[in-house]
Structure formats: structure tokens, C-alpha cells
């Protein structure tokens, strides 16, 4: 009889707890799914059996069919947000710093065409003025190039300095009359006859390797913003959208609105979901760390703003020495290409024609300019300040897709170490159990959280990291001073080197550096003897250095022509 009593007594509790249970209210969940903008219809007043719900567990829930529903639409634009908000930031900085590197290069290579074109005016007036579209066609010519066209600058140097050769002769020897054939016989004796010294192969040589490293790294940060853009516009797949629901909003079905999930759940869930993009990471690193090899080369005494001033020494000091060795070489160019026919007597009188060369200012130096007329800097900053800033930027986007999980995974979205015994963990307000898996689709095989196929990889992904392995290549390339080609870069991912490199003879690079330049008052105004690889930097500066002397020279080629 007592035993009867205390069995219709526990059955009695039972069935007054389960009915306390069935009764819970589920207004605070209702407040929550209200503040996400839904409408609360969906929201039952108690808890419900979950037979309905489809990723959620199946008990007594608050949720009901359409909420789920919505909860699982909500958490694919939650995700998109989550993955967006730091690729963003890190598509925002490279896409500035490309705009700001690729404004100052530009704007450089403008304030040198101006500067020049002053500098001529004065120095040669109208000699110069009826010649200056020779000026803006080099110019063009080496914009060109920068900006991706398919221009070789050592050809195109090369070209530069034997057609000036060709209007100096003439210049020289006006007592001659010479063909068009002749003036092609004088132009193969410039590397043999080396009429303005050492400065053509000098400036030759920093012209290049210089505009090659400029180029290609700009070219390298329009490469890291366009695929980090890429990337972060991938759609999660249903398995990830799952995985999502089930840590972010099933807890609400329960009831659990406060309670955050696990850290070690949620990197599990996105390293899942971010599992393709997680395979970026090795060849992401490696294209920074040719990204930091290059940005060393733009950096050093080859500065462009560090070299401006004797420039245009360098340029007259070469024509100056055609002319103080004119007669030995215009002696060897007659035995070779053969005696000239001499021109008929000029009418204003013997040696008329040689005062006019005078008069047209032909042997008059450069004048440096005076610290109040130098051009403007171009782009309001400095290239070292622009190369300081994207190198700090290089080194924190280091490993940003393996930490991207971890990033989403802050202490914001998740309930952390503190409280890692009362976290979601997917079922339950308890320890979440399971290891962490490792980053990458390969990794993802025994993921607990998120069904990864690891034999479908995702193909916009892959596209990436050939990119990225593409521009590692050409970043190498320009490390090593090879020219790199951008044209037919979704054909071969190894560039082509058109230019004189390092990789064969280091010890050759460096003494191919090791020069001083000296200023009208025999000051030393750089020397990088102290260098033990060529400096891109050095290069972006002489580059510009080199382009303006090619200018300079070219134009005076075509003016006297």
C-alpha cells in the first residue's frame, strides 16, 4: 500500500514537471528574434515538440518551421558578413596602397617630363622646342611600359643611345656628308667605341631593373587586392550553412539566447566552411614574402628623390664626352664604315657651321637645379615612406587565411575560455568535446561539424592560387632584375627575362652597382659600394634618373637631326 502510494506520488511529479516543462515560456526568445528584424507570428507563445526542425535537435523548442527557415537565411548573410568584414579591411588596404604607389610612380614620371622640358627649353630653346614630341614619345614609350606594355626598355635604351650617336656624329663632323647606310655603320660601333663613357650602360642597367621592380610591384598589390575581392565573394556551401544555424541560432531554440558557442566549436564550423580558402594560405605567404624581396630592391640610395639632382650632370657629362673624344672616334668610325664625302663649302663662309653647333647651345652643360626648383613630390609623399608603409602592411597579411577562422572566431562571437564548461557546443550548454581541426580542404576529412567533400575542391579557389604562384614567379623574376612580361601572363606563369640578371653571377651585380656620382662641385652625391644586392628601390629611383637622361639625349638626337 506505501509503495502504491509513493509510485501515483513520483508519477505525479513527473507529470507536473513535463507539464512545466511543456509550458516554458519562449518570450525571450521571441525578443531576440524580433531584434533581428522577423516578424514574431513565427515565435510560439510556449515550447513546441521539434519534430519539425531539420538541423536544430529535435526536443522541446521554442522555434518553429519558418523560424528555422529564416534563422538559416539569416545565418548565410551572418557568415558573409563574418568572412567580409576582414577581407575588406585587407582588399581596402592593398587596393590603397596600389592606388597610392601606382598615383606616385605616374605622377613622378610626369613632374620628370616637365622638368625636363624646362630644363631644355632654357638650355636649348628652339632647337629643343621643335624637337620636344621627341621627348613626349619616349615618355609615352616608358608610361607604356609601366602600365603593362609590351615595350623592352634594353632595346629601347639600346636604340636611344646609338640614334643620339648618329645626330652627335653629324654635329661633329659637319664637314661630311653621310647616307642613311652610313649613319647605320656608325650606330654598330656604339658598345665598341663607348663614345659617352659608361653612363649609356649604367643607366641602361638601373633604367631597367628599376622600372621592372616598380611595375611589378605595383602589379603585386593589384594582385593581392583583386584576389582577396575573389575569394571573400564565395558563397558558403549548404553544409556550412548548417553548420552555421546549428551554432548560432539553435541555441535560441533551446531557449539559450545568451549563450555564446565554444571557440574550439566555432573554429572547427568555419575552418569547415572556410576550408578552400584555407589551402590559399602557403601560397599566399609565399607571394608576401616575394612581395618583401621586391619592396627591398625599391629601396636604397637608387631613391629617385636622392638622385634628381645629378641627373642632369650625368646626361651632359656624356655628351661632353662625345665631344672631347670626337675626333678619335669619328678616326675609328672612318676605318671602319669607310672615308664620309665632304659637304659642299656653306655659303656663310668657312667655319660657319661649326659656330652654329656653339650658338645652338650644343656644348653648354645642365645646370642643376636650385633646392626652391625641384619638382614637386610627386604624389605628395616619398617612395621610401610608400615602400615603409606597404611593407608593414606585407607583414600583417602573413597567414591571413589560415588566421581568418580564428579572426571570426573573437571573443565577440564566441563565449571563450572562461566559460568553456557553459558554451554551446552544438547540442548542449556544456564542454564542447572534440579536437580542432587543422586549416585546408585536406584537413577537413573527420571535421565533426561540417560535412567537407576534400575531392571537390572549389574552383574559383584554385584559379587564385594559380594567380598567386603567376605573380611569385614574376616577383622573383624582378627580384632577380629580369624583365617580366604581363601580357601573356594567363599562358605562361614564369615571365619572360629580357634583362640582364643576378642569378647567374651575384658577385657581377654588385660591382655592376658599385659607382659614385658626383655633383659640379665634385661632392659625392651617392654611392652604394656598401650594397651587397641591387636595390630595387635603387632601381625605381634610377629608373626615373635614366629615363629622364634617355630623355634628355634623345631629345637633343632628334632636334639636331
Not at 19 to 46: H, M, T, W
Not at 278 to 285: E, Q, S, V
Not at 513 to 542: H, Q, R, Y
Request: charged share 25%; aromatic share 8%; with cysteine.
Amino acid at each position: 500500500m506505501v509503495c502504491l502510494r509513493l509510485l501515483c506520488t513520483l508519477a505525479a511529479l513527473i507529470a507536473s514537471a513535463l507539464g512545466d516543462l511543456k509550458s516554458r515560456s519562449c518570450s525571450e526568445v521571441r525578443r531576440a528574434y524580433i531584434s533581428k528584424g522577423f516578424n514574431q507570428i513565427d515565435v510560439p507563445n510556449q515550447e513546441i515538440n521539434g519534430d519539425h526542425l531539420k538541423v536544430c535537435p529535435q526536443e522541446f523548442t521554442c522555434c518553429s518551421q519558418a523560424m528555422e527557415e529564416k534563422y538559416s537565411q539569416q545565418s548565410k548573410h551572418d557568415f558573409k558578413n563574418a568572412v567580409t568584414e576582414p577581407c575588406n579591411h585587407m582588399q581596402a588596404t592593398f587596393a590603397s596602397r596600389y592606388k597610392k604607389f601606382d598615383e606616385f610612380f605616374k605622377e613622378l614620371l610626369e613632374n620628370a617630363e616637365k622638368s625636363l622640358n624646362e630644363m631644355f627649353v632654357k638650355t636649348y630653346g628652339r632647337l629643343y622646342t621643335q624637337n620636344a614630341a621627341l621627348f613626349k614619345d619616349l615618355f609615352v614609350e616608358l608610361k607604356r611600359y609601366y602600365v603593362g606594355g609590351s615595350v623592352n626598355l634594353e632595346d629601347t635604351l639600346n636604340d636611344f643611345w646609338a640614334r643620339l650617336l648618329e645626330r652627335m656624329f653629324q654635329l661633329v663632323n659637319q664637314d661630311y656628308v653621310f647616307s642613311e647606310e652610313y649613319l647605320e655603320c656608325v650606330s654598330k660601333y656604339t658598345d665598341q667605341l663607348k663614345p659617352f663613357g659608361d653612363v649609356p650602360r649604367k643607366l641602361k642597367l638601373q633604367v631597367t631593373r628599376s622600372f621592372v621592380a616598380a611595375r611589378t610591384f605595383a602589379q603585386g598589390l593589384a594582385v593581392a587586392r583583386d584576389v582577396v575581392s575573389k575569394v571573400s565573394a564565395v558563397n558558403p556551401t549548404p553544409q556550412c550553412s548548417q553548420a552555421v544555424v546549428k551554432m548560432m541560432y539553435c541555441p535560441y531554440c533551446r531557449g539559450l539566447v545568451t549563450v555564446k558557442p565554444c571557440n574550439n566549436y566555432c573554429l572547427n564550423v568555419m575552418r569547415g566552411c572556410l576550408a578552400n580558402a584555407g589551402d590559399l594560405d602557403a601560397d599566399w605567404n609565399a607571394f608576401i614574402d616575394s612581395m618583401l624581396l621586391v619592396a627591398e630592391r625599391l629601396e636604397g640610395p637608387f631613391n629617385i628623390e636622392s638622385v634628381m639632382d645629378p641627373i642632369d650632370v650625368k646626361i651632359s657629362d656624356a655628351i661632353m664626352n662625345m665631344q672631347e673624344n670626337s675626333m678619335q672616334v669619328s678616326k675609328k668610325v672612318f676605318q671602319g664604315c669607310g672615308q664620309p664625302k665632304l659637304a659642299p663649302p656653306s655659303p656663310e663662309g668657312p667655319g660657319r657651321s661649326a659656330r652654329s653647333v656653339s650658338e645652338a647651345g650644343f656644348s653648354a652643360r645642365f645646370r642643376p637645379y636650385n633646392p626652391e626648383e625641384r619638382p614637386t613630390t610627386a604624389a605628395g609623399t616619398s617612395l621610401d615612406r610608400l615602400v615603409t608603409d606597404v611593407k608593414e602592411k606585407l607583414k600583417a597579411a602573413r597567414k591571413f587565411w589560415s588566421s581568418l577562422p580564428s579572426k571570426i572566431c573573437s571573443h565577440e562571437m564566441t563565449a571563450g575560455d572562461a566559460e568553456e564548461d557553459a558554451c554551446w557546443n552544438g547540442s548542449a550548454k556544456s564542454r564542447y568535446q572534440f579536437a580542432v581541426t587543422g586549416n585546408g580542404l585536406n584537413s577537413q576529412a573527420n571535421n565533426p561539424d561540417v560535412k567537407v567533400d576534400i575531392k571537390k575542391p572549389d574552383i574559383l579557389i584554385r584559379r587564385q592560387i594559380i594567380t598567386l604562384r603567376d605573380m611569385t614567379v614574376k616577383m622573383k623574376n624582378a627580384y632577380n632584375g629580369n624583365d617580366v612580361n604581363f601580357i601573356d601572363a594567363s599562358e605562361d606563369g614564369s615571365g619572360e627575362a629580357s634583362g640582364s640578371g643576378c642569378e647567374s653571377d651575384p658577385e657581377a651585380c654588385i660591382r655592376e652597382f658599385d659607382f659614385k656620382s658626383t655633383n659640379e662641385a665634385g661632392k659625392t652625391v651617392m654611392s652604394d659600394k656598401k650594397l651587397e644586392v641591387p636595390s630595387a628601390a635603387a632601381g625605381i629611383a634610377l629608373s626615373h634618373v635614366v629615363f629622364l637622361a634617355s630623355i634628355l639625349i634623345v631629345a637633343m638626337q632628334r632636334q639636331w637631326r
